[in-house]
Nanobody, 123 residues
Framework: QAQLVESGGGLVQPGGSLTLSCSAS????????IGWFLQAPGKEREGVSC????????FYADSVKGRFTIVIDDAKRTVFLKMNTLKPEDTGVYYC????????????????WGRGTPVTVSS
């Protein structure tokens, strides 16, 4: 069973930047899909960004394209979500999740989850 621990959340002003980290273990090093998901207040969890280790393909939600970047350090088993030009609507709890290689970035298909790290974008 994979284990994931998120960190890096906090309070940031609109237009600011934040980098989230997810330390992951317990899954095949070269055979996985790992991603970040957001649960905004009062809303369902949704995919923000995912990356597939088999073909290197990435997914970004339309709302974050051009602002967020997913980066993996396989040696350290850490995945980062670099978030720039943050908006109030980016507020919520960010979760990291991993599973076997997948072709989609939907929370229902991921089996292993971290506990999340909260992000608040507010002035």
């Amino acid at each position: 069973q994979a284990q994931l621990v998120e960190s890096g959340g906090g309070l940031v002003q609109p237009g600011g930047s934040l980098t989230l980290s997810c330390s992951a273990s317990g899954y095949p090093l070269d055979y996985y899909t790992i991603g970040w998901f957001l649960q905004a207040p009062g809303k369902e969890r949704e995919g923000v960004s995912c990356i597939n280790s088999v073909d290197g393909s990435t997914f970004y939600a339309d709302s974050v394209k051009g602002r967020f970047t997913i980066v993996i350090d396989d040696a350290k088993r850490t995945v980062f979500l670099k978030m720039n030009t943050l908006k109030p609507e980016d507020t919520g709890v960010y979760y990291c999740a991993v599973d076997h290689p997948l072709s989609e970035c939907e929370p229902d298909v991921f089996g292993s989850w971290g506990r999340g790290t909260p992000v608040t974008v507010s002035s």
